[in-house]
């Protein structure tokens, strides 16, 4: 028997099984379907095995990646969904300090699905940011300060937030990633960098970037 799944394992690594969306790994920028704009999800699909195999998919990526939102896209499926949190535990990650100046707040895990966003404070806020289809790197980037989100969600009830400061940037830079948008396109482009570069230099050149995560 074990030498049965041995050998199973063997063939599977030589002949790994063709892979396709939605995936458990996070696409990276080059990847055409983050340069696609996202078509909405028909609200009678809602039930349908193959959206909530996407949703789930993206709940279990969010997860694994530890990340505080996420769009379909980013898993190869370029629909309408993205998916939000910011649990209590980030106050600790980003310390007090930096989670007062950047006006963080919690969201516990809200999918919104055809979500649309209006700005409610036009006025700019400057801060880093990345992403996760950018890993490895981050730049500033300029995002209003306050949004109002509305769509539905996996039942197809309405979902409406108003959020302001760190939520807000998180949202927008989700609603990005629906037309096809990342913040390297509206980064302040000096700013742009790679978040191991101190790292490199300590290690001298030998630092991975990962993206696989189990
Ligand atoms: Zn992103």
Redesign the pocket.
């Known amino acids: 028997m074990a030498g049965k799944r041995f050998i199973e394992a063997y063939k599977s690594f030589f002949n790994p099984k063709p892979v396709s969306p939605p995936f458990l790994h996070v696409c990276q920028v080059g990847d055409p379907v983050l340069r696609t704009a996202t078509r909405p999800v028909e609200v009678e699909h809602l039930d349908s095995p193959e959206i909530k195999q996407v949703i789930l998919q993206m709940k279990q990526v969010m997860k694994r990646y530890d990340s505080v939102?996420l769009?379909a896209p980013?898993i190869g499926i370029p629909l309408s969904m993205i998916l939000l949190e910011f649990s209590p535990k980030r106050k600790e990650q980003f310390g007090a300090e930096v989670y007062a100046a950047r006006e963080m707040s919690t969201l516990p895990l809200t999918l919104v699905i055809n979500p649309k966003m209006d700005v409610i404070d036009y006025s700019k806020v400057e801060l880093p940011e990345s992403?996760?289809?950018?890993r490895g790197y981050s730049a500033v980037v300029p995002r209003y300060k306050a949004v109002r989100l509305s769509g539905m969600d996996e039942k197809g009830e309405p979902v409406v937030l108003e959020k302001k400061g760190w939520l807000a940037r998180i949202i927008q830079?989700?609603m990005d990633?629906l037309h096809g948008k990342?913040?390297i396109d509206c980064m302040t482009s000096r700013t742009f960098q790679n978040d191991g570069w101190h790292r490199i230099n300590v290690h001298q050149g030998r630092v991975k970037i990962e993206f696989h995560k189990k």
Not at 131 to 134: L, Q, Y
Request: with cysteine; charged share 15%.
């Open positions: 939102g769009a980013q992403c996760e289809s950018i830079h989700e990633h990342l913040y």
